[in-house]
Each structure stands twice: as structure tokens, then as C-alpha cells.
């Protein structure tokens, strides 16, 4: 799962790429309105945390272009501001949850985890497709009921094909996807197709089907055969 932070204090981006990074989270930064508008015109994200006070803009014009674009990302406010009134603005334009500094780590990784599940699994703590079961707490995956253990790379691969089944995605969307910021210097085309082997392999071996079809030219698709 892949998140947007849009904090102009440094320490306290670091602070939280860091911890969501543990948790598991591809994380990608901006400091200043326009380096987040640039972003999220180029980029998807499964959540962008927003700050309201940019020192080029504001949080809220963030959240205005974010719905604008009808971007699928799930949003939460983290401001400083406490008033009510900021809270109520931010909701009605399409903010999902608003967090007041300052807050612990370990609440905005479980807010926005929920927020994840609530948006893209319904809610649930399990996600099932076929004879795929996937645990997200437990980040456990299981193939016709068996537990098949996957690298974390494999996982969030696993998870984006389950959020896009029958969609066509290309190989650049799949390493943009999977590392970030940090796709042009991993070789990523290569290891797309490297990881795409393995999860392939690690579904067929424990029984499950082949689902995942290569389209020529394109990339690949999460399908039934």
C-alpha cells in the first residue's frame, strides 16, 4: 500500500514515513503544495496524509484537487488547527478522518489502516478472491485454505493485483507502485518480473490457479483463467 505524507515540517515527515515504512507502507514525501499537486496529477496513492498549513498553499487546496481529479486515495487531515470549524470544513470537502498535533505514530498507522481496509476490502479484515485468502492484520496470505509465505514485496504486489482485478497494468505501474520515489534505482522493470515469477509459482504450488496473464506490450493482468 502506497502513501502520500504532505508535511512542510521535516522532522515530523521523516518521523512518519518511518514508522509507516515499518509497518509495512511504501511512503513517498512532499514538503510544499506543489511538489504534493505535482505528485498526486502523476502518481495514485491508497492514502495521502494532509497537513493544512503548506508554505505554499494549504492542505485544504490539496483536498479540493484530490477530488477533482476523482483520485481513489483515502485522505486524513493532521493539522495543528483544532478548531471546529476546521474539522467540519475538512470533512465536508472530502477528508476522511482529522487528527490534531500533536498525535502518537501508532494511532495515525492504526487510522490509516482502517481507512485502507474501509476503502479498498469493505471494511474487512480479510480479502477473499477464489481460492485466495488474504489476512491483513496479519499480512497472511492463503492459498485454498493452506498458508503460503510470501516476501513483502510479493505481498503488496498480491494486494495491488487484488485491488485491480481484470485491469490491465502496466509494468511501469507496478514498480511505481512498489517502490515509490525509488523505482529508477532498483532496476524495478527487472524485479517486477522477478516478483510477478515468484507470486505466480507460490499461488500455483500451494494449488491455486495461474492468474496472473501477461499482456504483450502492456504489462499484466489479475484474472480468472
Known sequence: M?????????GLAESITDYLSREGFVCEVANTFWQADEKISLYQYDCTI???????????????????????????????????????????IGSDDYMT???????????????????????????????????????KVFIRDAETTLSKKEYDLLLYFLSNIDVALTKESIAEHLWGDNMDSADSLDMV?????????????????????????????????
Not at 487546496?61 to 486515495?73: E, G, M, N, Q
Not at 476503502?119 to 492484520?137: A, E, H, S, Y
Open 2 to 10: 502506497k502513501i502520500l505524507v504532505v508535511e512542510d515540517e521535516k
Open 50 to 92: 494532509v497537513d493544512l498549513t503548506l508554505p505554499d498553499g494549504t492542505g485544504f487546496d490539496i483536498i479540493k484537487t484530490l477530488k477533482k481529479i476523482a483520485a481513489a486515495t483515502g485522505i486524513i487531515i493532521i493539522s495543528a488547527r483544532n478548531t471546529l470549524e476546521d474539522k467540519l470544513k475538512g470533512l465536508e
Open 101 to 139: 498535533k500533536p498525535f502518537h505514530l501508532s494511532e495515525l498507522n492504526a487510522r490509516v489502516k482502517s481507512l485502507i481496509r474501509r476503502r479498498n476490502f469493505g471494511g474487512n479484515n480479510d480479502m477473499t478472491w477464489k481460492d485466495i485468502r488474504v489476512n491483513l492484520p496479519q499480512r
Open 193 to 225: 518480473y522477478s516478483h510477478i515469477k515468484n507470486l505466480r509459482r507460490k499461488i500455483v504450488e500451494k494449488g491455486g490457479k495461474d492468474y496472473i496473464q501477461s499482456i504483450y506490450g502492456i504489462g499484466y493482468k489479475f484474472t480468472a483463467p
